[in-house]
């Protein structure tokens, strides 16, 4: 169960907890000790007179019920009836037992797990004497007091979209409509697309990690992979003709299968066999109606439209991290890595999911994507901290989600998308995206109530980030099976 489904289904809990006649309280003896960051280990011991008590209750139950030969259903006598059940009758108990006691502990102790407790019911053994004793993990939410949010000063940088702006946003637009011709004359320059053998060393003994084969991409300041980046690749291959070899650095991600290169730096050795470039449109009537608008004024302006929509979201964006950065600063609190590894994935989803909700592009939300897999493990533990801490303070707050806020952002994301709202909600019940949604929302009003209380210094706005370009390959080979499925579990693979 992820950390947002955790929340809705708590406050559900309670409430059906409330309607429910209150339950005979069974006298168990309950031991709670620290055993980790956000890991309680329980051990339970349920006396022998509650044994006897469910023992008697669940034996007659199937007395009622029993299906003995020569007997009329309900009428065979207890001795035979223990004699023939015994087994069924002691697994009735014990399971009877469990779920009374577990229930109970969770009402009295409130220990919000965030997953369901780690019990191994088969190796539980019903006693034939004396109290019943059981230990089981529990990962629970962090423990730490909502922090305090009032009165914080955040840096909220302005951009006004400039002529060149819309010009160059405007010249990038009518790429999409250009066609890749030969380039014969020259060498490459930043928006060609080269094709080449690229190889990865280790900067040490040039040892061969990886090598990519004949891979066409377009030449921009920076090449992402799957596991990394070329933060100089634009620079490196400049001016470069088909037949020559240029050398530039990597950074590996943390996410790498091999420990003794994550975050590490490699080679690059890019071989080049052929350069292409872009054959530009021609913007006439005929071109502009195809796409839709009537003049190069009209489309101008939606490109400038555009432009500002993505201003106020990277505006959004900034304010969000310098809010968070103060709160995480605030408010220090472990994750086990093991609960970190299994949230990769859905947060990963959740991640990408908020960038389209935010108007990205798909060369944009590709280059993010990458980014977020190569530094899995950070990425998604600084996201838990945030949800951890929008979660306790909407907690305190009382801002929570219901169905029809679900329904509400599931018709908004339709309407972004063009789509229809059965079609999105079809996606995202069939890609298992409800709870990110309920997270995302919880989320965002957490935040939007902060931001009531935030004192605001408006300041000029950083340059724009350098383009990227993203390819689908690693910078290191894919892990074996067995190292995949060990990387799944959260586990080392076996040696």
Do not use: W
């Amino acid at each position: 169960m992820t950390s947002g489904e955790e929340l809705q289904s708590t406050a559900v809990e309670s409430e059906t907890a409330q309607a429910e006649p209150e339950k005979r309280k069974l006298e168990i003896d309950v031991q709670i000790a620290d055993a980790g960051a956000c890991k309680k280990h329980v051990t339970i011991t349920v006396p022998r007179a509650e044994i006897d008590r469910q023992y008697e209750e669940s034996l007659g139950t199937l007395q009622k019920e029993a299906q003995v030969p020569g007997f009329r259903p309900g009428r065979a006598p207890k001795t035979l009836v223990v004699k023939r059940f015994k087994k069924q009758v002691a697994e009735q108990v014990k399971s009877a037992l469990l779920m009374e006691t577990l229930e109970q502990v969770d009402r009295d102790y409130q220990l919000n797990p965030i997953t369901q407790p780690k019990l191994d019911v088969a190796a539980i053994a019903l006693p034939e004497e004396g109290p019943l004793t059981f230990d089981m993990e529990v990962e629970v939410r962090p423990e730490f007091a909502a922090p305090a949010y009032q009165g914080l000063k955040v840096k909220r940088p302005v951009k006004t979209v400039s002529e060149k702006d819309v010009d160059r946003q405007y010249e990038r637009f009518l790429e999409r409509y250009a066609r890749v011709v030969p380039k014969l004359e020259g060498g490459a320059e930043i928006g060609d697309y080269v094709t080449a053998d690229l190889v990865f060393l280790r900067e040490d003994d040039e040892a061969t990690i990886n090598e990519v084969k004949e891979i066409q991409f377009r030449l921009q300041p920076e090449l992402r992979f799957q596991d990394g980046r070329v933060p100089e690749m634009g620079k490196a291959l400049q001016g470069v003709k088909p037949g020559e070899v240029r050398e530039v650095e990597a950074e590996l991600g943390t996410a790498v299968v091999d420990p003794t290169l994550r975050g590490a730096k490699v080679k690059v050795k890019a071989v080049v066999h052929d350069l292409k470039t872009l054959d530009p449109p021609k913007v006439d009537q005929e071109f502009l109606l195809g796409i839709g608008f009537e003049s190069v004024g009209e489309l101008r302006e939606a490109v400038r439209d555009a432009l500002v929509r993505r201003n106020e979201s990277q505006q959004r964006q900034a304010v969000r991290r310098q809010v968070l950065d103060a709160l995480i600063a605030a408010t220090p609190f472990d994750l086990p890595p093991d609960l970190v590894s299994r949230q990769e994935k859905s947060t990963a989803a959740r991640l990408v999911m908020e960038l389209g909700d935010e108007g990205y592009s798909h060369e944009e939300i590709r280059a993010r994507q990458a980014e977020i897999r190569a530094n899995a493990h950070e990425m998604t533990l600084r996201s838990l901290k945030e949800f951890f801490i929008l979660a306790r303070i909407a907690e305190a707050e009382e801002i929570k989600v219901e169905a029809e806020d679900l329904e509400a952002e599931i018709e908004a994301m339709a309407e972004r998308s063009g789509e229809t709202v059965r079609r999105v909600r079809a996606r995202v019940e069939k890609e298992g995206l409800d709870d990110a949604l309920a997270t995302q929302i919880l989320e965002r009003r957490a935040l939007e109530h902060i931001l009531k209380s935030v004192e605001f210094e408006d300041v000029a706005a950083d340059e724009p980030e350098v383009a990227v370009e993203t390819l689908d390959e690693a910078a290191t080979p894919e892990p074996e099976a067995g190292e995949a499925e060990a990387e799944e579990a959260g586990e080392p693979a076996s040696e």
